[in-house]
């Protein structure tokens, strides 16, 4: 088990520490301040839309959306992101890179609230990329370690890919709608549902949450995101990163949700998440990475309860979302005081800690009771709903119920894993001195804790004022959720004793279940981490073949594979063009302008059937030059000028330089060069015709019509291509001559450069000496 590298009893480093610290408490405490001003406004089930144009052309705006939705996942991801702030300055006080953590941390809760608060699928897109280069930078903190930078890495690749696919879906969406706007997006179900193109989008969008949010198959990158320190994993784990996916469904219910295929999908995939992750929690020994496969299991459960129609479901999944941050970060705090103040965090390794550390006890127990569901507290609230959520899915309510009742119960052992196993035993020798941690370690999880048992108190403080108002954003039609401690003796309280009784007993059985589950993964051949590992491996050989087979470094392979493939393309074009007159009125042309073809005609044979390299460059020359006349007899002397100082330039740099490179006395290669030969004349048949059939095509250009128009008031000259390039496209001509001035500071680099002379090599010498 790798341990964590944190300094806590330090003091700070200096001003840098203090004024980043205080900047980042700052933030978050005010934009939560601020979110708490709108729940009035947002309860009346109005929502707030404001924001300035982004991107015109393209109608993109950087707006805002401020409903029930964007309004519950702002507040978490601002207060939780205080406490875990508050935290993260006790836990890292003094250590030397803090202020680049402190800044990381900004940005990955900067990129969450543009997240949630997103009204645009383009800003929400944009946002939700920032969150996955925050976390990668956060997850590989500690990048002197080889488990940090992997785990990074894996984060980041995974998540950037179904971000790529969530901007496709994206972009289909609202190609569809005719809007990027939320407001547009959500209110056109029908037409999104009537596309033909609607289930790619839904494929498209799911891979994108399902990435995010740690979802079967790609559920294996967030334990190994433990790799970050404890604060990070906090944040993340409760309110962050992997709540964007949650919060993608959520959004995208009103527009994309209802269909078959969302309601299968979400609650098969979901099911059999929160399944197989809960049995994995149940083998681990590391107390973070056993509360970070629990957070992949309460993924799976809300899932799965998205995947639904029944508004008590919904209203399950909105609750057990506020329940599972307060008890996460509570309970990952706990066990970054525990690793912080023993310097461990494997289960075999600790005991007896309640008389040491008597107040991280308490809060580890009522995070844990939260979290298995215990009244008083706002967790039993949240899984009574589950459970008559799970009842009320239409489509699968016996899978769906079983699944919540294994998966809760697990929950449960785990529970009591972490808040008690730590704290009951016979104490380590070497764990004697142990002590308590100082309050700013202990006040994050404290109130983190309160609020689970204060809202299951009293949950009418946030029923109508949070869930209510969220679960009617992603219904979208108005709801009204009554929250209660006591629904009366029926079948959701049979169903959480028997989630009781069955978390008991497999936390007594955990030894025994832990060590059958070892067994069963010793027998399997390979788990998803290491197929990943297989899989990264492969695509590096295939990346190492395609480099030694196509990257080579031989130039004329390369111009080679350019010229042909551009020949076939150019005569895939020509033969679905429908065919066209291949007559050409020979009798237009003049004496001058035969001359200038025979001249382009003679340097071409010439400089196939030299040998000497300096004739076959002055062969190309004289073709050149061919190629100037003609335009300049067909009114283009510019284009002429130009071809003729290129000419003049490639020639003279070539004869100075020729007698200087090696092995370039002779053009290399005897006799006849079939292959460049066929290619030669494919190139040079294919884009004749191409011209020809270009040429016959009726000139349809709006701006031809605009430059002649212009280029005398606008700006003051006759000649219209010189206008273009000087006036109209300065920028671009400027960036060409730019481009002929650093070739040209090239060119005298290599004529200054002294290069050896090529002499034989004598081997009788070497034999000698």
């Known amino acids: 088990m790798d341990t964590e590298v944190h300094s806590g009893d330090q003091p700070p480093t200096g001003w840098g520490e203090r004024i980043w610290s205080l900047a980042l408490l700052a933030f978050p405490l005010g934009v939560t301040l601020w979110l708490l001003l709108l729940i009035g406004p947002v309860r009346e089930y109005a929502p707030l839309v404001f924001g300035i144009s982004w991107i015109p052309s393209l109608g993109v705006e950087l707006n805002l959306l401020i409903d029930g939705l964007s309004l519950l996942f702002g507040l978490l991801v601002s207060g939780v992101g205080f406490f875990v702030a508050l935290y993260a300055k006790f836990y890292l006080r003094g250590h030397p890179l803090i202020q680049r953590f402190f800044f990381y941390l900004f940005l990955f809760m900067l990129g969450m609230l543009g997240l949630v608060l997103a009204g645009n699928l383009i800003t929400l ?186 508004s008590v479901a919904i209203a399950a999944a909105i609750t057990f979302i506020l329940v599972h941050s307060f008890y996460k970060a509570a309970l990952f705090m706990v066990v970054g005081i525990i690793d912080h103040q023993t310097g461990t965090r494997e289960l075999t390794a600790l005991g007896g800690l309640g008389k040491r550390l008597p107040i991280t006890f308490a809060i580890a127990v009522a995070a844990g009771l939260s979290m298995a569901g215990f009244p008083p507290f706002l967790g039993f609230i949240g899984k009574e709903l589950k459970y008559e959520g799970a009842l009320a899915i239409a489509e699968e ?195 001058k302008e035969w001359a200038a073809m025979a001249l382009v005609f003679a340097g071409s044979l010439v400089a196939i059937g030299c040998r000497a390299p300096l004739t076959a460059i002055c062969s190309l020359g004289g073709m050149g030059v061919g190629i100037a006349l003609i335009f300049l007899f067909f009114g283009a002397p510019d284009v002429a000028i130009t071809q003729l100082l290129v000419e003049t330039l490639f020639l003279v740099l070539v004869a100075l330089t020729l007698h200087r490179l090696p092995h370039a006395t002779e053009v290399s290669g005897r006799g006849f060069r079939f292959v460049d030969a066929l290619l030669a004349v494919s190139v040079g048949t294919t884009v004749s015709l191409t011209i020809l059939a270009v040429l016959q095509q009726p000139l349809i250009s709006p701006t031809k019509e605009y430059f002649e128009l212009a280029a005398v008031p606008e700006a003051f000259g006759r000649n219209i291509v010189n206008v273009i390039l000087v006036d109209f496209r300065a920028l671009d001509t400027f960036g060409e001559v730019v481009v002929v001035l650093v070739a040209a500071v090239g060119a005298a680099a290599l004529l200054r450069r002294k290069l050896k002379p090529n002499v034989p090599h004598d081997d009788t010498q070497e034999e000698q000496a």
């Not at 370690?145 to 179904?162: D, E, F, N, P």
């Not at 790799?227 to 919060?247: E, N």
């Not at 295929?261 to 049995?279: F, P, Q, R």
């Not at 209660?484 to 008991?504: C, D, E, Q, R, Y």
Request: one cysteine or more; proline letters at 4%; charged letters at 10%.
């Open 397 to 591: 309510p016996t899978f769906v119920a079983w699944a919540a009742v294994f998966a809760n119960a697990l929950m449960v052992a785990i529970a009591a894993t972490v808040a008690l196993r730590p704290f009951w035993g016979r104490l380590p020798e070497k764990l004697q001195s142990v002590r308590e941690a100082s309050p700013g370690l202990w006040i994050s999880p404290l109130v983190m804790a309160l609020l689970g048992l204060t809202f299951g108190l009293a949950p009418a403080l946030i029923a109508d004022t949070l869930v209510g108002p969220a679960v009617t954003a992603t219904m979208g039609r108005e709801e009204s959720v009554s929250l209660k401690l006591w629904h009366g003796i029926n079948l959701p309280l049979v169903m959480s004793i028997t989630t009781f009784a069955l978390g008991v007993l497999a936390f007594y059985l955990q030894p025994q279940i832990r060590t059958l589950l070892n067994w069963i993964a010793n027998w399997l051949p390979a788990n998803s981490d290491t197929q990943w590992d297989r899989g990264l491996d492969l695509f590096k050989r295939g990346a190492a073949l395609h480099t030694r087979h196509l990257q080579h470094g031989i130039l004329k392979h390369y111009l080679a594979a350019v010229f042909a493939v551009a020949s076939v393309l150019l005569l895939w074009g020509l033969m679905r063009s429908g065919g066209f007159d291949m007559t050409v009125n020979w009798e237009r042309l003049t004496v």
């Open 125 to 310: 897109f944009v946002f939700w990329e920032i969150t996955t280069i925050a976390s990668y930078l956060l997850i590989g903190f500690n990048h002197e370690k080889a488990s940090a930078r992997r785990s990074a890495l894996q984060a980041l690749l995974i998540t950037a890919v179904g971000g790529l696919a969530l901007l496709a879906g994206l972009l289909l969406l609202g190609m569809i709608v005719g809007s990027y706007n939320f407001t547009e997006v959500l209110a056109a179900k029908d037409k999104v549902h009537s596309h033909v193109l609607y289930l790619p989008i839904l494929i498209l969008v799911l891979i994108g949450a399902f990435t995010k949010s740690a979802q079967l198959p790609f559920h294996f990158w967030l334990p190994n995101a433990m790799a970050a320190p404890t604060p990070v994993s906090a944040y993340l784990h409760s309110a962050t990163m992997v709540k964007a996916g949650i919060y993608l469904l959520a959004r995208m219910c009103p527009v994309l949700g209802g269909s078959a295929a969302w309601l299968l999908t979400l609650n098969i995939v979901g099911a059999v998440t929160a399944v197989i992750a809960a049995i994995l929690a149940m083998r681990q020994t590391d107390l973070k990475l056993a509360l970070a496969y629990t957070t992949v299991v309460a993924l799976g459960i809300l899932v799965m309860f998205l995947g639904s129609e029944a």
